[in-house]
T-cell receptor, first 115, second 108 residues
Framework: DTGVSQDPRHKITKRGQNVTFRCDPI?????LYWYRQTLGQGPEFLTY????????KSRLLSDRFSAERPKGSFSTLEIQRTEQGDSAMYLC?????????????FGSGTQLSVL | QKEVEQDPGPLSVPEGAIVSLNCTYS??????FMWYRQYSRKGPELLMY????GNKEDGRFTAQVDKSSKYISLFIRDSQPSDSATYLC????????FGSGTQLTVLP
């Protein structure tokens, strides 16, 4: 499978716990994105990387959220001191940024439930 | 105002019907648009992209952009039960900006 891979698929945690998600992008893609999606809504941008550099973060990304892409390959998204409002699907996408018309390819997401 | 607005649906049609899914956008600088299809508990899947005004056709799917009215449409001909999914339009804001999605059900 050469698509975007996310792990775990589901995560249930108690409020206040820390969680970490992993994303493995399509191998030749240089950009990696994190989005969050709640029920009945479209994905909302959180942050993105160009290779290992984190180039932009949304205002949605509070101080409790941190993302890394240490070697420009896989990425992790950590949420510290989870809150019930963090319950959502966390989607990773990758792209090969070339020219104007960037196409994002998404993974199947990690569904987070905070109890 | 969100940069991309989408009819929320849900939309239910009989098999074989022509489906019309619509979005509006507010940013005149948008040069291209994408349609994604999302099945339940899956990530969005790129269906079509289109830029400039006019139509783009791919099999049973046609994407249409009207820049004068800032209107984006996706038409599905001969709809099938396997087309049942949520359809998301997206525009290239600073990062890809999605509408809220239209849930489509095609009844056999």
């Amino acid at each position: 499978d050469t698509g975007v891979s996310q792990d775990p698929r589901h995560k249930i945690t108690k409020r206040g716990q820390n969680v970490t998600f992993r994303c493995d992008p399509i191998s030749e893609h240089n950009r990696l994105y994190w989005y969050r999606q709640t029920l009945g809504q479209g994905p909302e941008f959180l942050t993105y990387f160009q290779n290992e550099a984190q180039l932009e973060k949304s205002r949605l990304l509070s101080d409790r959220f941190s993302a890394e892409r240490p070697k420009g390959s896989f990425s992790t998204l950590e949420i510290q001191r989870t809150e019930q409002g963090d319950s959502a699907m966390y989607l990773c996408a990758s792209s090969l940024a070339r020219g104007q018309h960037e196409k994002l390819f998404f993974g199947s997401g990690t569904q987070l439930s905070v109890l | 105002q969100k940069e991309v607005e989408q009819d929320p649906g849900p939309l239910s049609v009989p098999e074989g019907a022509i489906v019309s899914l619509n979005c509006t956008y507010s940013n005149s600088a948008f040069q291209y648009f994408m349609w994604y299809r999302q099945y339940s508990r899956k990530g969005p899947e790129l269906l079509m992209y289109t830029y400039s005004s006019g139509n783009k056709e791919d099999g049973r799917f046609t994407a249409q952009v009207d820049k004068s009215s800032k209107y984006i449409s996706l038409f599905i001909r001969d709809s099938q039960p396997s087309d049942s999914a949520t359809y998301l339009c997206a525009g290239p804001a600073r990062q890809l900006t999605f509408g809220s999605g239209t849930q489509l059900t095609v009844l056999p």
